[in-house]
């Protein structure tokens, strides 16, 4: 398995830069780490190699026994967010290590973001998929429908994964080959041009390439 180092992050929301040229450049905001090491993985003894990194401190009133006991051992705290990443050589990171933005990421790094995309309920196919509905006028009563989706006598049945409606959004979702536009160590701040998945605040991971 390749090493896929990043860190985690808070997403803060849009806003625009200037290039040198004077266009302007939709960018994302991003609240990265610091992130701390919880535990190193290794082949030997869990099959795989990677590092576990805790972000977002948490109370530790509100942490339950089991993993008060895990955050112990990395003596940073307490977190709201657990996440791996798999690394060539765990050996590399000590518990407790702490992870900035900076000690990974540089202006103009490409790198891939993953968040969960916003939730938008129960959506009809015209939404959902794309569906060009039929005719406006009143007459037809034919409108946002999806239209026939059986299969006459045989099979009988509705084949698996045809468009329908139901929920969408709420999965998690990659966009892959992303610029980073600046670093901004003293602030734990990156931005990335471009759109990121989710909404305000929500958790991203910002992977390296």
């Known amino acids: 398995m390749p090493q896929t180092i990043g860190i985690l992050g808070k997403k803060i929301g849009m806003t625009r830069m200037y290039s040198e040229e004077g266009s302007a450049i939709g960018v ?4 990265a780490g ?3 090491v919880l535990q190193t993985k290794s082949v030997d003894k869990e099959g795989y190699n990677a590092i576990q990194v805790g972000f977002g401190m948490k109370k530790e009133s509100r942490v339950n026994k089991p993993m008060a006991g895990h955050f112990k ?23 407790g290590q702490k992870i900035e933005v900076a000690d990974l990421f540089k202006v103009g790094d490409i790198v ?4 969960t995309s916003k939730g938008k309920g129960m959506q009809g ?6 569906f060009a509905g039929g005719p406006g006028g009143h ?5 946002r429908r999806p239209g026939s989706i059986g299969c006459s006598a045989w099979p009988g049945r509705v084949v698996k994964g045809k468009k329908l409606p139901g929920r969408m959004g709420g999965k998690v979702v990659t966009k892959k080959n992303l610029t980073i536009i600046d670093v901004r160590k003293d602030d734990n701040v990156l931005i990335v041009k471009g759109s990121l998945p989710g909404a305000k605040s929500g958790l991203v991971q910002v992977y390296t390439k």
């Open 28 to 31: 994302t905001v991003v609240e």
């Open 34 to 36: 610091p992130c701390y």
């Open 73 to 95: 051992s990395g003596g940073q705290g307490s977190f709201y967010h657990v996440r791996e990443f798999r690394v060539d050589d765990p050996s590399q990171y000590e518990l």
């Open 112 to 115: 891939d973001v993953t968040g």
């Open 125 to 130: 196919v015209m939404r959902r998929h794309g």
């Open 139 to 143: 007459g037809s009563k034919f409108h």
